[in-house]
């Protein structure tokens, strides 16, 4: 299970950094055959094994020798590991599959927004539609109704929170991408979970922001990775976190 999830995690990887860094420049990722950015030179598919091609070429395009952005290396290894997390935390089953979804969304708005700020909707819209038909095939048609107003209930708090930042800091508190992917959290996590990962995701930005505030004299910083890690950390351990919510809405 584990060479499988490492070989399916590494393909994919590869996959999820083309569509970080691809789509945010509208190059089309189905169409245009994969090249190499410098000397354009369309790659062989032994040029494409993911992990090992990187490896053996050490880091260079075997045409033009140029270095290639370790980004591929590093999105490949990281997906590859986290699919075998997933596999080792959850057996197969819904809890597996939107594990996988997760680790995912991670890894494409790692690159993204890291990258260029950007927040894709795309691999949200098709996280969402998977998610539901997973719920379906898991649960019923009430529980999916229920995930829905709690995305849409989270949607509508991201909203608020964006309003009264515009209204405090004079300035777009929020991007778009952040407020839509709450809707996801929502969606995967239910509402009051929702809510915990929400306030989880500021203390992960926290130190970020301050460091990007004090070293690059930046206010402006990419918050969907702290969004898209709160989930995952939260998914990842949901018992621990529905007893947490207990123990606080219990006082
Ligand atoms: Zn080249």
């Given at each position: 299970m584990a060479v499988l999830m490492f070989v399916l995690g590494s393909i994919m990887g590869s996959f999820f950094y083309c569509l970080g860094t691809r789509l945010p420049k509208n190059e089309n990722i189905l169409t245009s055959r994969s090249h190499c950015d410098y000397c354009k030179h369309e790659l062989k598919w032994y040029n494409l094994i993911p992990l090992f091609s990187f490896i053996f070429q050490k880091g260079k395009?075997?045409?033009?020798h140029k270095k290639i952005a370790s980004g591929h290396f590093w999105c490949e290894l990281s997906t590859a590991l986290l699919f075998i997390l997933t596999s080792f935390y959850f057996p197969i089953g819904y809890d597996f599959f939107v594990g996988l979804i997760i680790s995912s969304l991670l890894i494409i708005i790692f690159v993204s927004d890291f990258k260029y700020m950007i927040i894709l909707d795309s691999p949200m819209v098709i996280s969402a539609i998977l998610i539901i038909i997973l719920k379906f095939i898991y649960y019923d048609s009430i529980d999916v109704l229920i995930s829905l107003i709690s995305g849409l209930c989270l949607f509508l708090v991201m909203i608020l929170i964006y309003k009264l930042g515009n209204f405090a800091f004079k300035k777009e508190s929020l991007g778009g991408g952040d407020i839509k992917f709450s809707f996801l959290m929502g969606l995967i996590l239910d509402f009051k979970i929702g809510l915990v990962a929400l306030v989880l995701s500021v203390f992960l930005a926290l130190p970020y922001a301050v460091a990007s505030l004090e070293l690059k004299k930046n206010s402006e910083f990419p918050y969907g990775p702290f969004l898209a890690g709160a989930l995952f950390i939260v998914f990842f351990h949901y018992d621990k976190f529905v007893l947490l919510v207990e123990f606080l809405f219990n006082f």
């Open positions: 395009c075997s045409y033009c």
